[in-house]
């Protein structure tokens, strides 16, 4: 296998040093996801090369694993086959264009969030951007369609187009970029969705080369307000009524703890006074219709029965910038224990008390303290269906083996739970979540599988990850 991989890409870019094959062998997942090792790590530097490895792959039944930036959470580029080739697109990161006129960036895989804000910026323009680490691919997250917490105005979907390189070697090319790859702009061009149908899947269809997505102006009259809630109840209608109304830029409910003293990072606040729950709120636009819904959002606030935080001024713009320039956040997560463990959700604001409760629940269940226990909910989805992400977080010391134990058990009877009180989806299909949800989804699951199959017909991509 090396050697004819070796002349693919060249010796340079193709080692079974197994030290460096182990370092692609586990991720933040490992209580669920067992280490393992590929045999080698390929670092293609062209689209031709893509092609090449995947044909060679195919030919020989050999499992591919895609890998962008390899910061995913859930064990999704850990093999689970002996024999596997890790195909390490990093090389693979150009901007390929930043159009102004259009709004739109298209990117090659290993093109970061940090690379691409830097170079957007000077349009005054922005991706829709995660509350994950600037070291993230924009085109892997993109495709995985991931969570924004800039989204609230954006709305959830931000891809235009892609190209994909089926196993077979044949190119996919959605929506109006099937016509020319001048013209990626259009999502649904002729006949049906294909990048909506292939989106989400953890490299299992094939690898993605170029991705066109949306971007959004970035505007400078903004404000940040802070909104303290004493029950998740209490702040839906709040939220409800800002995002019927169109008002805000972003809108996010965090727990009083983990996010907030995450996202602050170490400013000078007394954390411990907060209420519960905080609504973090981004108003922003030209000039005339900002002011209009900056006076809207402040009546909004006088109404609820939520109280106006009194925020510090260096607090607030570290706020502001973290929300429409993004950041380097993992510390975020990983400082208050260590490790986080997270489900994440779609489900419609109206539940959102109920998930609440289950996560309290499931936690106690399994025997995890309630002080591990945070969450987040990043309403989305302005009035139909009230979309909403929902985090239900764990964060605890991930060198307690008991720990891990009880967050397996956390899991097990979590994901049913969830089901049964109805969601929209999960954030990301993963090994785990994948199975007691398939027998729920019924002809779908099949119809799922079926159009794999045909796109990869010797079950080479990222096998083991999804069926
Ligand atoms: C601290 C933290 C916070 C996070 N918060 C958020 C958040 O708020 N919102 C959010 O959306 N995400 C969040 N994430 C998740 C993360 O941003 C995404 O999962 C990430 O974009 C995917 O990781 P990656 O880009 O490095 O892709 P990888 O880890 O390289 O790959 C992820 C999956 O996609 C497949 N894949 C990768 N590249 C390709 C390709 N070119 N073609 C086909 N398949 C491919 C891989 O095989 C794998 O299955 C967070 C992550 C961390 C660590």
Known sequence: MKESLKQIVGDEY????????????????????????????????????????LLFANKNRIPVIPWSTGINVRGLTIP????????????????????????TATVEPAVTFGMLMAATDKFKLRPAFPDAPLTVSV?????????????????????LSFEMILPNGEI???????????????????????????????????????????????????????????????????????????????????????YITG???????????????????????????????????????????????????????????????GSEKSCMVFGVRGNYHCIGIYGPLTHVPAYWELHKKAAADAGIPADHVYFYVNPIGRFHGQLCYVELDIFYDGADPDLG????????????????????????PYAGIIEPTLDRIGYQAELWKKFMEFADPNHIMNPGKLF
């Open 139 to 159: 085109l892997a997250n993109n495709y995985l369609r991931g969570i924004y917490q800039t989204s609230s105005a954006d709305g959830h979907d931000h891809t």
């Open 172 to 258: 996919i090319k959605t929506g109006s970029r099937a016509f020319s790859d001048d013209m990626p702009y259009f999502r649904y061009g002729v006949g049906p969705d294909i990048a909506g149908m292939m989106a989400a899947s953890p490299g299992t269809w094939g690898v993605v080369t170029e991705l066109t997505l949306k971007l959004y102006p970035v505007y400078d009259l903004q404000q940040a307000y802070f909104v303290g809630f004493d029950t998740v109840e209490d702040s839906m209608e709040f939220i409800r009524n800002i995002n019927r109304d169109e008002l805000v830029e972003s809108c996010r409910l965090l727990d009083h703890h983990s």
């Open 14 to 53: 193709i080692t079974d040093d197994s030290a460096i094959c182990y370092s692609y062998s586990r991720d933040q997942h490992w209580n669920f996801v067992p280490a393992k090792s590929p045999a080698c790590v390929v670092m293609p530097g062209t689209r031709e090369e893509v092609r090449e490895i």
């Open 80 to 103: 689970v086959h002996d024999n596997s080739i890790l195909l390490d697109l990093s090389r693979l990161n150009r901007i390929i264009e930043i159009n102004e006129e259009m709004m």
């Open 263 to 325: 996202l602050f990072g170490t400013f000078d606040y007394d954390y411990e006074k907060l209420p519960e729950f905080v609504a973090c709120i981004l108003v922003a636009g030209i000039d005339g219709i900002f002011q209009a819904k900056d006076t809207l959002v402040r009546d909004h606030i006088g109404k609820s029965v939520g109280v106006l935080l009194d925020i510090p001024e260096k607090l607030r713009t570290h706020f502001r910038e973290e929300t429409l320039a």
């Open 405 to 428: 134990k009880k967050i397996q058990e956390y899991n097990r009877i979590q994901f049913p739970r969830l089901l049964d009180a109805g969601i929209y989806g999960w954030f990301r």
